[in-house]
T-cell receptor, first 112, second 113 residues
Framework: GDSVTQMEGPVTLSEEAFLTINCTYTATGYPSLFWYVQYPGEGLQLLLKATKADDKGSNKGFEATYRKETTSFHLEKGSVQVSDSAVYFCALSDQGFQKLVFGTGTRLLVSP | NAGVTQTPKFQVLKTGQSMTLQCAQDMNHNSMYWYRQDPGMGLRLIYYSASEGTTDKGEVPNGYNVSRLNKREFSLRLESAAPSQTSVYFC????????????FGDGTRLSIL
């Protein structure tokens, strides 16, 4: 079945550092790909999405490109802030219905 | 505009007690979901409802039941709570057509002693 693999955390960075969180997927069809963010004590919020190969999703300085050839959707940000500290989830949805398959999440800790 | 509202936010139960978690959305979404979140395991789908009047099992349905009361509301019931059901439960909804994202509630933290 479909699956998502994320790098294990926590990822610890200093403010203004470059961020990469790796995400790879396995799917039989042509899924849409998502990054969700979860701040402490809150539910998940959509950060960005991409619906087809080579699409780039972007939001709040974060970017991710849908790479079909490497089945990847890595999350990047050029300069992280303390306020970016959260848990980030990569997810995919299948073609026929909006069932999401999540990765295990990567905790990001940014220090001043 | 509230989005997805879950009640209660916190609950402590004793083993064997029953409990219903409530979820309501005000976005006129067709599809609704219940997930549980456990450390190191991400979110796992318990049950979902593709449209009003239908429900289907997800990845981890054992020990749970659901009711899609109407288009807005989707409840999750634990008939006889077990410590293994200690978790954070999230409800979500989406339009149900195309590749639209799911919108999540803030979660219910459930502890079973």
């Amino acid at each position: 079945g479909d699956s998502v693999t994320q790098m294990e955390g926590p990822v610890t960075l200093s403010e203004e550092a470059f961020l990469t969180i790796n995400c790879t997927y396995t799917a039989t069809g042509y899924p849409s790909l998502f990054w969700y963010v979860q701040y402490p004590g809150e539910g998940l919020q959509l950060l960005l999405k991409a619906t087809k190969a080579d699409d780039k999703g972007s939001n709040k300085g974060f970017e991710a490109t849908y790479r079909k050839e490497t089945t990847s959707f890595h999350l990047e940000k050029g300069s992280v802030q303390v306020s970016d500290s959260a848990v980030y989830f990569c997810a995919l949805s299948d073609q026929g219905f909006q069932k999401l398959v999540f990765g295990t999440g990567t905790r990001l800790l940014v220090s001043p | 505009n509230a989005g997805v509202t879950q009640t209660p936010k916190f609950q402590v139960l004793k083993t064997g007690q029953s409990m219903t978690l409530q979820c309501a959305q005000d976005m006129n979404h067709n599809s609704m979901y219940w997930y549980r979140q456990d450390p190191g395991m991400g979110l796992r789908l318990i049950y979902y409802s593709a449209s009003e009047g239908t429900t289907d099992k997800g990845e981890v349905p054992n020990g749970y039941n659901v009711s899609r009361l109407n288009k807005r509301e989707f409840s999750l019931r634990l008939e006889s709570a077990a410590p293994s059901q200690t978790s954070v439960y999230f409800c979500a909804s989406t339009v149900g057509e195309g590749h639209q994202p799911q919108h999540f509630g803030d979660g219910t933290r459930l502890s079973i002693l």
